[in-house]
C-alpha cells in the first residue's frame, strides 16, 4: 500500500485492460467495463484522481459548461451527490470525484506517479506489452489499451527558455501548489495569454494583486457566467429528471443539455427580433454561442452580426478607450467562436481598475524575458514579481505521441503521425493499433464538443465493442485502413463546410483539423452505425 492506501504496483500487472489516466475518461472506462468483468488497472502519472481537476487549481478554476452538462452519467455517483453551484469551481469539482471514488471504488485499481513510456501489440499472444517508467516492475500487459490521456493537463512549454531567465516566481496553471498558500497580495503579477485559465485567473487575482497586466494575443469572446441557470435545471431539479437530461446531450450539436441551434437563420428574422433573441441568449452565457441562429458558422455576415452584439456588450463595459479596443476591437481578428469560448463574472469591468492593464502582444510582442521582467518587441520593459503563463494546453496528440505507442510494424506513433497524417476510426481507434482505444482523441468531438457527453458516449461505445469481442471469442480488432480513409475525408468535408477553417486555433494542426465539427448530435449517429456490424473492422477470432 502507498501513502493514500492504494494498491501497490506489484500486484495485478497482467489486467485485461490498461486504462492511461485517472480523469473524467479513465473513471468512466473503468465504470464500464469492469461492469463487464473485466479486470482494470489505471496508470496515472500524477499523485491522485481528476485529471483536469487535479492539475488544474489555480485560483479561479471553474468548469464553463454547467451541471446537469458536465456530469458523468454513472448513476452511482450522480443518484446520492447533491450540487451546491450550477458551475462549480475546483473544490466542489474535486469533491465530487472523491465522492465518485468512495461510490464505485477508483483508487483501489490506481497505479500512481507512473507514466506510460511504451506499448507494442503482441500479434502472437494478442496481448499489448506495455512499459512505464522507473522501478524494477515497469511492465505490464493486457488485452484492451485505452488512452484516456484527457486534453487540458499537458501544457504548452514554447515559453519556458526564455521563462528560465526570471529570477521572480513563476506559476503555470497546470502546476498550482497544491498545499502552498500563495500569497501575491503585494506583487507585480504578469498574466501571459487570455484563454479560459487565463481569463479566470486574472478575473480572481485582479482585485487582489498590487498591479496585474495581462499579455493578450488576441481577443476573448467570454459571455455571462449565468446567475440563473439555463435549460430549466438548477440544483433543486429532481434527481429522477436527470437521466432525460443525460440524454438530451446526445441529441444536441454542443452535447449541453437542452441547448440547440435556433432553426431560423439570423436574417431570416426582423431586426428587433433577432435583437431580441441576441439578448435572450447573451443573457445565458453559452447559448449565445452554441444556441444561436443556425448559420453561425456557416455564414461570414451572420457571424459577423453576432461578433457586432457581443462587442456592443463587452465595449460598454471598458471605460478606457485603448483597453477597449484591444479587448474587444470594432474589427474582429478572428470569427466569433472559431476559438473556445470561456465564461466570465466581472472580467472585463476589471480592466476599469486602475492596478489592471492589458498589453497587444499581437501588434507589441514578447521578445524577451529578463531576470526581472517582461520586454516587448518595440524595446519597452516591464517589471514583474510573478509571470504567470496561461497559453494553454496540447489537446492530446502531444501527449499521445509521448507514450511510446508502436504500431504493428514497430513504427512509432509521432513518426506515423509526422509521415502520413493523423488518421482514426471514429476518432476512437487506429488501423495499426489492434484492441487500442482512445477517448477525447484526435478526430472525436474532442473539445469541439462537451467533453463529459463525449466521454460518454465513447466508453459506452468501446464496452459495447468489447462485450461483442468477448461474447463471439474475438482475440482482436483493429479498423481496416478503408474505413479509417473514410472517416478521415468525413472529417475534412466537415471541416472545410465551416467557416471557421480560416481560423488558426487549439482546433487545428498545420491547417487540417484535429476535432470532428459536425457537432456530438451528428457524430453519435456515426458511432451507433460503426457498431452495428465489423465491417468496419479486421478480426481475429479465438482457434480452439
Known amino acids: 500500500m502507498d501513502r493514500h492506501g492504494h494498491q501497490s504496483t506489484n500486484r495485478a500487472l497482467s489486467p485485461d485492460v490498461i486504462i492511461i489516466g485517472a480523469g473524467f475518461a479513465g473513471i468512466s472506462a473503468l465504470y464500464h467495463l469492469r461492469k463487464l468483468g473485466l479486470t482494470c488497472r489505471?496508470?496515472?502519472?500524477?499523485?491522485?484522481?481528476?485529471?483536469?481537476?487535479?492539475w488544474n487549481r489555480y485560483p479561479g478554476a471553474r468548469v464553463d459548461s454547467g451541471i446537469p452538462s458536465y456530469v458523468l452519467n454513472i448513476p452511482e455517483c450522480w443518484e446520492s451527490?447533491?450540487?451546491?453551484?450550477?458551475?462549480?469551481?475546483?473544490?466542489?469539482?474535486?469533491?465530487?470525484v472523491n465522492h465518485c471514488d468512495r461510490q464505485i471504488g477508483i483508487r483501489k485499481d490506481t497505479i500512481f506517479a507512473k507514466s506510460v513510456t511504451g506499448a507494442r501489440f503482441d500479434s502472437c499472444s494478442a496481448r499489448w506489452e506495455v512499459e512505464l517508467d522507473g522501478g524494477d516492475e515497469a511492465r505490464m500487459s493486457c488485452k484492451y489499451l485505452i488512452c484516456a490521456v484527457g486534453t487540458t493537463s499537458h501544457r504548452y512549454k514554447r515559453m519556458d527558455k526564455m521563462l528560465d531567465n526570471f529570477h521572480g516566481r513563476v506559476y503555470f496553471p497546470s502546476l498550482w501548489p497544491q498545499r502552498a498558500n500563495v500569497d501575491l497580495g503585494r506583487q507585480d503579477v504578469a498574466v501571459i495569454g487570455t484563454g479560459s485559465s487565463g481569463l479566470q485567473i486574472v478575473q480572481e487575482l485582479g482585485p487582489r494583486v498590487k498591479s496585474l497586466t495581462v499579455y493578450q494575443r488576441s481577443y476573448h469572446a467570454a459571455l455571462p457566467l449565468p446567475m440563473s441557470p439555463f435549460g430549466g435545471f438548477d440544483h433543486r431539479t429532481p434527481k429522477d429528471s436527470l437521466p432525460?437530461?443525460?440524454?438530451?446531450?446526445?441529441?444536441?450539436?454542443?452535447g449541453l443539455a437542452m441547448v440547440a441551434p435556433q432553426s431560423k437563420g439570423t436574417f431570416e428574422v426582423s431586426d428587433s427580433e433577432r435583437h431580441q433573441m441576441f439578448e435572450e441568449l447573451y443573457a445565458k452565457g453559452l447559448p449565445y454561442w452554441?444556441?444561436?441562429?443556425?448559420d453561425l458558422t456557416t455564414n461570414p455576415e451572420a457571424n459577423r452580426a453576432a461578433y457586432d452584439f457581443w462587442a456592443r456588450q463587452t465595449r460598454s463595459r471598458i471605460q478606457d478607450p485603448r483597453k477597449r479596443d484591444i479587448i474587444a476591437p470594432l474589427?474582429?481578428?478572428?470569427?466569433?467562436?472559431?476559438?473556445?469560448?470561456?465564461?466570465?463574472?466581472?472580467?472585463?469591468?476589471?480592466?476599469?481598475?486602475?492596478?489592471?492593464?492589458?498589453?497587444?502582444?499581437?501588434?507589441?510582442?514578447?521578445?524577451?524575458?529578463?531576470?526581472?521582467?517582461?520586454?516587448?518587441?518595440?524595446?519597452?520593459s516591464h517589471r514583474h514579481d510573478v509571470i504567470i503563463p496561461a497559453m494553454g494546453y496540447d489537446l492530446g496528440n502531444e501527449i499521445i505521441k509521448s507514450l511510446g505507442l508502436r504500431d504493428t510494424e514497430n513504427t512509432p506513433v509521432d513518426q506515423?503521425?509526422?509521415?502520413?497524417?493523423?488518421?482514426?476510426?471514429?476518432?476512437?481507434?487506429?488501423?495499426?493499433?489492434?484492441?487500442?482505444?482512445?477517448?477525447?482523441?484526435?478526430?472525436?468531438?474532442?473539445?469541439?464538443?462537451?467533453?463529459?457527453?463525449?466521454?460518454?458516449?465513447?466508453?459506452?461505445?468501446?464496452?459495447?465493442?468489447?462485450?461483442?469481442?468477448e461474447e463471439e471469442q474475438i482475440v482482436s480488432i483493429r479498423p481496416k485502413s478503408q474505413s479509417?480513409?473514410?472517416?478521415?475525408?468525413?472529417?475534412?468535408?466537415?471541416?472545410?463546410?465551416?467557416?471557421y477553417a480560416s481560423t488558426r486555433s487549439r482546433y487545428t494542426e498545420s491547417g487540417n483539423p484535429l476535432f470532428y465539427g459536425g457537432g456530438i448530435d451528428r457524430y453519435y449517429a456515426e458511432l451507433k452505425n460503426a457498431g452495428k456490424t465489423w465491417d468496419h473492422f479486421e478480426i481475429v477470432k479465438h482457434t480452439p
Open 244 to 254: 432525460a437530461l443525460f440524454e438530451s446531450r446526445k441529441t444536441t450539436p454542443s
Open 81 to 96: 451527490w447533491t450540487w451546491t453551484e450550477l458551475f462549480p469551481d475546483h473544490n466542489e469539482m474535486s469533491k465530487f
Open 331 to 380: 474589427e474582429p481578428t478572428y470569427p466569433f467562436g472559431a476559438k473556445r469560448i470561456g465564461l466570465e463574472c466581472g472580467y472585463f469591468d476589471l480592466f476599469n481598475r486602475n492596478n489592471v492593464d492589458v498589453i497587444d502582444t499581437s501588434a507589441n510582442s514578447i521578445a524577451a524575458i529578463t531576470g526581472d521582467g517582461i520586454v516587448l518587441k518595440d524595446g519597452t
Open 42 to 54: 489505471i496508470v496515472e502519472r500524477g499523485e491522485d484522481i481528476g485529471g483536469v481537476w487535479y
Open 484 to 499: 479509417a480513409e473514410e472517416w478521415n475525408t468525413k472529417v475534412h468535408e466537415v471541416y472545410n463546410q465551416d467557416y
Open 416 to 469: 506515423l503521425w509526422s509521415t502520413d497524417g493523423i488518421r482514426t476510426f471514429v476518432g476512437i481507434m487506429h488501423h495499426g493499433y489492434p484492441n487500442m482505444f482512445m477517448i477525447c482523441g484526435p478526430q472525436s468531438p474532442g473539445e469541439q464538443g462537451n467533453v463529459p457527453t463525449c466521454i460518454d458516449i465513447q466508453a459506452t461505445w468501446i464496452a459495447e465493442t468489447v462485450h461483442k469481442m
Open 290 to 294: 452554441v444556441g444561436g441562429f443556425k
